[in-house]
DNA sequence: TTGAAAGCGCTAACAC
DNA sequence: GTGTTAGCGCTTTCAA
C-alpha cells in the first residue's frame, strides 16, 4: 500500500504538502499539485479513509438501518437517502435489523464505533436506550417510518391510512369488515393503521368484533395464509378485510384462492404500503400508498440540515406525510 | 467521546492496559480487568474503530457489492453472507452499484478506501480494471452470479438453465419458442441461458428466429411489457417464450394480459430466478430456480477460507450451481 | 508556498 | 501483570 509518505519522499516534499495537493487546497503551487497528483496517480495512491477520519476527528458516511430488504418498499428510501447523501458528499452504509432488536443494537453499536456523521433509521422501537445514548453524544438521529416524540421523525399519518381504507370500504357498501394484523407490540404504524379503521367504523356506528381482528405474529405472505385459514374457520365472516401491510394481504388473497372462494366476490381485501408487483398479482391489490422516496429525501436532507447546523439543537421536528388510497381489483 | 486513556488515567494505570483488559487478553488480572471494564462501562466507553483499525492496520470488514436491492433474488445471498460472515466474526457493508459501472467503481473504490478485508460482488462486468487492482493488493474478490476467468467466482449453469427451458417447453410439445432479453453487452449469463436454449432447440431441428428474439434493454417489469407489444405486433407469433429474468416475465404476462390474450392459452411463459411472490400472479409464473442463499453461503465462506490463507493463492476457483425447473402455470 | 511537528485513538512489541 | 514506546496514515496548526 503506498502512503503519502511515500510520495512526499519521492519528490522530495513534506508529507503535509503531499496530502494539500491531493486535497485540492489553494495553498499549493500549481507545478507542486501537478507532479503530486501525478505520481500519486502512477503509483496507484488510494487514501485511508480510517486514518483520514481518525485524523480529522470525523467522518463522511451516514448509517441507514432499515428493517428488511424483502420489504421491497424501504428500497425507494434507500435509494433517496442514497441519492441525496450523494449530492451533499455523504457516503451511507445500509443495513437491515431484519426486526430484531438485538441485531439493530449491534448494527447501531458498530455505526457508533464507526463514528458515523449521523443515523437514519427504522427502528423496532423495542428499545431505545442505544438510540438516545446515540443521539446524546450529538450526532443526528432520524426515524423512518416510526415515531418517537423524543427524536425527529419522518413518517406518514398511519391513522389517516386507516380511515382511508375505512371511508372507501364503507363507501362500497361493506359493513362486515375485518382486519389482519402482526399484534407485533411495539409496532406503532399497525397500531394507528387499526385505530383509524376501527375509530371511523364507530363514528358510522360501526364496530370492530373481536373475533374479526386477526393476530397473525409477523409481516410475510404466511401470516396472511394463516389468517386466511381463520377466516376460513370463522363461522360469522367479515365481507371484506384490511390487512395492516401488503404482504399479509397476498398472502391472504393466496389463502382465500387456495379454498376456492373469490377476491372480490367473498371477502374484498385492502393492504397498506403499495410494495412493487401488486398490479401483477392474481387479484390486484387495493392498498394505501405513501411517498416512499420522498421520505428518504426529507430524512436524509434533515439529517444535513443538522449536520451544517442550520436547525435549532433542542427542537424536534416530526413530518408527517398523507398517505392515499390506491384502488386496484380486490376492494 | 471517553478515550482509552481517559480510562487509564483515572484508574491510574498506562493506556495499553485498559486496551489489554477490553480486548480480553489473558495477559492481565482479573482484578484490573472488572475495574476497567466497569469503569468503561460506567463512562460509557465506545471503542473508535477507526483508531484500531489504523493501528492494527486491518479490519474485520467485509465489503459486499450487489446490482440492485429491487432485484429480490439477491436478499437471499445478502442473508448468507451476513449470516456467515457474523459467525466468524466479520461484518459487512453492502451497497448496490444499480447496474452502473461508474457506481460500481466508486463504491469499489471507497471500500478499497476503508481497507476491507475482503470483497463480494456482482459486478457489471463492462470494465474490471478496479477489481483486478482490487485483487492485485492481495486482497481476496469473489464474484457471485457473474464468472471471469480471473476471479473465485460462485454462480449458477446458466447454460443448464437455458438447457433446462428448453427441454421443458419441447416435452410440452412446444416447437416455436422466442425469447425475451435485455441485450445488455456484458451480461454473460443472459448470453448463456439464450445459448442453452438456442443449443438445445438446434439439437431438436429448431431454430430460434432472429424476430423472435426480442431485445428489450432493461431487466424491469418495464422490457417485459416492451416486449409483450413486440410480441403482439408479430404476424408470426412464438407459442412459447422464454424470459431471461423473471422480472421480464411479469411484465410480459400483464402486457399479454392487458391485450386481452391468456397466458398460457396463447402464449406459455417462462422465466428466471424463482424471485418471491411468483406464486401470488395472476398465473403463477414457472421459472428456473437455483440456491440462492448457497451462493451467498459459498461466496462467504470462500473469503474466509482465504482470510486464513488456507488457500492456494494463485488458483482460481469456480463454483457452479445447478438450477432446477420450477413448474408453476405460466407453461 | 512549503516544512516541521504534534496528534487523532488505539495496538503491539519490548521491557521491567 | 503492567508500563513505555513507537507507530498506523493522515490532517492541521504553526513557523519559516
Not at 487546497?25 to 499549493?28: A, D, G, I, T
Not at 402482526?182 to 409496532?187: A, L
Not at 363461522?235 to 367479515?238: E, F, I, Q
Not at 376456492?260 to 367473498?266: A, K, L, T
Given at each position: 500500500m503506498t502512503t503519502i509518505s511515500d510520495i512526499a519522499e519521492k519528490l522530495g516534499v513534506a508529507p503535509s504538502t503531499v496530502s494539500r495537493a491531493l486535497a485540492g487546497?489553494?495553498?499549493?503551487s500549481e507545478r507542486t499539485r501537478q507532479r503530486v497528483k501525478a505520481l500519486a496517480e502512477q503509483m496507484n495512491y488510494t487514501p485511508n479513509l480510517w486514518a483520514r477520519n481518525l485524523a480529522r476527528s470525523k467522518t463522511d458516511t451516514i448509517g441507514c438501518v432499515i428493517l428488511q430488504f424483502s420489504n421491497t418498499f424501504f428500497i425507494p428510501v434507500i435509494e433517496a437517502v442514497e441519492d441525496i447523501a450523494d449530492t451533499h458528499g455523504y457516503s451511507v452504509i445500509t443495513s437491515q435489523s431484519r426486526r430484531s432488536i438485538e441485531l439493530e443494537k449491534k448494527i447501531v453499536h458498530r455505526l457508533q464505533m464507526m463514528q458515523v456523521a449521523g443515523l437514519i433509521i427504522t427502528p423496532t422501537l423495542e428499545d431505545i436506550s442505544h438510540l438516545l445514548a446515540m443521539k446524546e453524544t450529538g450526532m443526528p438521529v432520524i426515524m423512518v417510518g416510526r415515531t418517537h416524540p423524543q427524536f425527529d421523525c419522518i413518517s406518514i399519518d398511519n391513522y389517516k391510512g386507516g380511515q382511508l381504507v375505512a371511508n372507501y370500504l364503507l363507501k362500497h357498501g361493506f359493513r362486515e369488515i375485518g382486519v389482519v394484523i402482526?399484534?407485533?407490540?411495539?409496532?406503532e404504524p399497525e397500531k394507528y393503521r387499526l385505530k383509524g379503521l376501527q375509530e371511523t367504523l364507530k363514528d358510522n356506528g360501526l364496530t370492530l368484533a373481536d373475533e374479526w381482528i386477526m393476530v397473525v405474529g409477523n409481516n410475510d405472505p404466511e401470516g396472511g395464509m394463516l389468517a386466511a385459514q381463520m377466516w376460513l374457520k370463522l363461522?360469522?365472516?367479515?365481507r371484506a378485510v384490511f390487512c395492516s401491510n401488503d404482504q399479509l394481504a397476498i398472502g391472504l388473497m393466496q389463502g382465500i384462492q387456495a379454498s376456492?372462494?373469490?377476491?372480490?366476490?367473498?371477502i374484498a381485501v385492502i393492504g397498506f404500503?403499495?410494495?412493487?408487483?401488486l398490479d401483477h398479482m392474481a387479484v390486484p391489490l387495493s392498498t394505501v400508498a405513501y411517498p416512499k422516496y420522498e421520505m428518504g429525501k426529507i430524512a436524509m436532507q434533515k439529517i444535513i440540515r443538522k449536520l451544517d447546523s442550520f436547525d435549532n439543537e433542542n427542537e424536534v421536528e416530526h413530518f408527517l406525510l398523507k398517505p392515499h388510497l390506491m384502488a386496484r381489483a380486490s376492494a
Open positions: 487546497s489553494k495553498e499549493v402482526s399484534g407485533e407490540r411495539s409496532n363461522k360469522n365472516k367479515p376456492g372462494r373469490q377476491v372480490p366476490e367473498d404500503d403499495d410494495i412493487p408487483l
